[in-house]
């Protein structure tokens, strides 16, 4: 009998096990008990000859008339025609290969009744009337006295469709499976007796059985059920044993204080706060008075306020003594993040400077490229404790960075930072963790994923600040070449009233081979390299924006050059700024009105929704256009109306979801390559996930280590690997 972990090459024979190995990279029983069918089958109702349709999948039942073969002429090879009739036309079944080499030939004589299904297609002879044909079609050979109860049941047999590879077919595949199943040892059912009642599920043994050897529609229903559940529940099992253990990790608490540094900067606020920013405060706040560590996501479209909300989380966790540090993916948006806060906070970040407020607090900046002075002053002051608030890039995230006592990370735009460079940070807190706060306009499928299953508490800024103006995008399409000429004259038109334009590009276009941050297009086949910033710059210079004034911005100019560029435009010298991604978040700039991104098709959505949110910043109304070559209809020109169709930073997330899956909730990988999930998807099955959830925290709660359940315990371990548990640890 055959266990989940049996090697396949002690049941299959090693031929067949090294194929599915290097194929499939399926080595156990239950790494191929779980490659399940990427979609189902069946032959359908039978189909009369003569009211066949070219491209029509049809199932009929007929005699076999006539049998020959013959050589072809314009190849080696062989072709076995067969004809066959149920009295009210023909059609050929073609089988092409070697001579001899067909069962058909041995089991289709003449005056043989059988059942064939197939796709059907037009020959045409080069003498004679068109004909048409099964090529290479499923055949079974029925006796005549059952004839009509064997069409039946064979018309009606569901079709597994496994995913395939070279050196072996779907035949192979469901005849390995079958082996497998016959064999199967599968020892107690691991799902608690109770829950199995309680949801009415079939056995897990049934489950395989309908999953692989469904005898109806209905039988495969029923196992997909339960397996969908095991995936959700097993993986509950393991986030609610997570969130548990995340319980009892030490955290300072830094309930907020009355007349200190948070209150000082509510009053000097130039505007009131809207009521989602409120409610989120009070979320926040909440949050960090606790004695365990927040994990809390921030979303909300760009332009919501989140900055605000986090500022003040950070002066709540500054009142009590601690320091909070803002960690950014580029230094252009560390330098804004820096200009902002310091602008915000005023005197309150002037702490033993002439004028400085005297509850004041000192706001310092730390990025790669900082000379050694200032690199030195910045290390200091956030290693004395000097500075309450430290903003950075991936700087902070290195060794010798210390804090005197860091309470909280605010993390900006988390798709931008592994979970390894984000535990980097938390471990720079000795006996305990800091309180972590996540923000982003679009979260990437993992994070969607997280919030669904419930590992990960969530705020949304539903409301934009009063004043802000609204964006509106158009697609730029190839089919109206007219589109195009009137972006130019519209940008033009903008600068002449003394409006600002951002234009993007994938790649800086300096070398070949440099493509920035272009995506490999979804719609495979031959295509130009994404257009480069230096590659367009001539053209605008020359031609099509002539006598405007245009500035130059990529990642890879020295920092105090990007600094220098950004002053410009902020301060109006520029008309254009032409720029790679590193505008993508945070550039605050509210006279800019004009977002122009060449070659859309080649950014993700969360990139054209940040880069997007750079416009209508101010009172002046947005206007987002996507210049793309991708053909109506095609996979990236949907994404495109979609990010044109809707500024709701949730439902794009949901578009990101759907086209490319949740990745794997347990691992780092984000495409859902991985992925621990093969039935179970989050746009189907919500309401699974929360029920296993709430089953789940239910079991966790009575028996933290699983003791009671030793089988549901054995498919957690199988379930997380070194990889998985480490990842979960540090998630």
């Not at 090693?14 to 490659?35: E, N, Q, S, W, Y």
């Not at 079958?178 to 049934?206: A, K, S, V, W, Y």
């Not at 978040?585 to 990139?607: E, H, L, Y």
């Not at 309401?687 to 498919?715: K, N, T, W, Y």
Request: a negative charge; one cysteine or more.
């Amino acid at each position: 009998m055959a266990k989940l972990g049996e090697p396949l090459h002690k049941v299959l024979g090693d031929k067949t096990a090294k194929v599915l190995a290097k194929g499939l990279d399926l080595h156990t029983v239950g790494d191929l008990l779980h490659h399940y069918p990427r979609r189902y089958a069946h032959r359908g109702e039978l189909t009369s000859l003569s009211g066949l349709e070219d491209g029509e999948h049809v199932t009929v039942m007929a005699e076999v008339v006539k049998v020959q073969g013959r050589s072809l002429n314009r190849s080696p090879g062989y072709v076995l025609e067969i004809t066959v009739t149920d009295g009210t036309g023909e059609l050929k079944l073609s089988f092409f290969g070697r001579k001899g080499s067909y069962i058909a030939e041995r089991d289709l004589s003449p005056g043989t009744r059988g059942l064939f299904a197939g796709k059907i297609s037009t020959y045409r002879p080069r003498s004679g009337r068109a004909q048409r044909q099964l090529t290479h079609p499923q055949y079974k050979v029925v006796a005549a006295r059952d004839a009509q109860e064997a069409a039946r049941e064979w018309a009606d047999e569901v079709i597994p469709i496994y995913p395939t590879t070279k050196g072996l077919d779907i035949d192979a595949i469901s005849k390995s499976v079958g082996t497998i199943l016959d064999n199967l040892d599968l020892g107690p059912d691991p799902m608690p007796e109770l829950t199995l009642r309680r949801h009415g599920f079939i056995p897990l043994r049934d489950a395989y059985e309908g999953i692989h050897r469904p005898k109806d529609w209905d039988e495969l229903a029923r196992a997909r059920k339960r397996l969908k559940w095991d995936e959700a529940f097993v993986l509950q099992i393991a986030l609610a044993q997570r969130r548990v253990a995340a319980a009892a990790l030490p955290a300072k608490a830094r309930p907020a204080i009355s007349g200190g540094l948070l209150d000082a900067f509510d009053a000097r606020l130039p505007f009131d706060l809207t009521e989602g920013q409120r409610d989120v405060g009070r979320e926040v706040a909440e949050d960090l008075s606790l004695d365990h560590p927040m994990h809390r996501l921030l979303q909300g479209d760009v332009g919501s306020g989140k900055t605000v909300v986090a500022l003040r989380a950070m002066l709540q966790v500054v009142d009590g003594g601690g320091q909070a540090a803002l960690l950014a993916p580029t230094e252009v948006l560390a330098q804004q993040h820096f200009r902002s806060i310091t602008g915000m906070l005023g005197e309150l970040a002037q702490a033993g400077q002439i004028g400085g407020a005297d509850n004041a607090t000192r706001v310092t900046l730390l990025t790669g490229s900082q000379g050694a002075k200032a690199r030195k002053a910045a290390l200091l002051e956030a290693a004395s404790g000097a500075a309450g608030i430290v903003v950075g890039t991936h700087a902070l995230l290195e060794d010798h960075v210390q804090f005197a006592d860091l309470g909280l990370v605010v993390v900006d735009e988390q798709h931008r930072f592994g979970v390894e460079q984000r535990d980097a940070l938390r471990e720079k807190v000795t006996g305990g963790r800091p309180h972590v706060l996540v923000m982003t306009a679009t979260p990437i499928p993992r994070t969607v994923a997280m919030t669904v299953f419930g590992d990960l508490e969530t705020s949304v800024l539903g409301q934009l600040p009063a004043g802000r103006a609204e964006i509106a995008t158009h697609v730029v399409p190839p089919e109206k070449p007219a589109f195009l000429a009137r972006t130019w004259e519209r940008i033009k038109e903008e600068a002449r009233q003394g409006r600002q334009i951002y234009i993007v590009c994938p790649r800086i276009g300096e070398k070949e081979g440099d493509e920035g941050d272009a995506l490999a297009s979804e719609d495979d086949g031959e295509r130009r390299s994404p257009l480069g910033i230096l590659e367009l710059l001539p053209m605008l210079e020359d031609e099509l924006l002539a006598g405007t004034r245009i500035g130059v911005l990529h990642g890879k100019l020295h920092a105090d050059e990007k600094d220098a560029v950004m002053r410009a435009f902020t301060a109006g010298d520029l008309d254009v700024l032409l720029a790679t991604t590193v505008i993508e978040v945070g550039v605050d700039v509210p006279n800019a009105t004009v977002m122009v991104i060449m070659d859309a098709d080649r950014f993700g959505v969360s990139q054209l929704h940040q880069l997007r949110g750079r416009v209508g910043r101010g009172s002046l109304p947005g206007l987002c256009l996507l210049v793309t070559d991708a053909e109506p209809e095609s996979k990236a020109r949907e994404r495109l109306d979609a990010v044109a169709s809707t500024t709701d930073g949730f439902k794009l997330s949901r578009l990101d979801l759907e086209q490319r899956r949740e990745g794997d909730v347990l691992g780092a990988t984000q495409a859902g390559r991985s992925s621990s999930l093969r039935l179970l998807t989050l746009q189907r099955d919500e309401d699974v996930i929360r029920a296993a959830r709430d089953e789940a925290s239910v079991v966790v709660e009575a028996d933290p280590e699983l003791a009671d359940h030793p089988g549901l315990a054995a498919e957690l371990a199988a379930l997380l690997d070194a990889d998985r548990a480490d990842y979960l640890e540090k998630a």
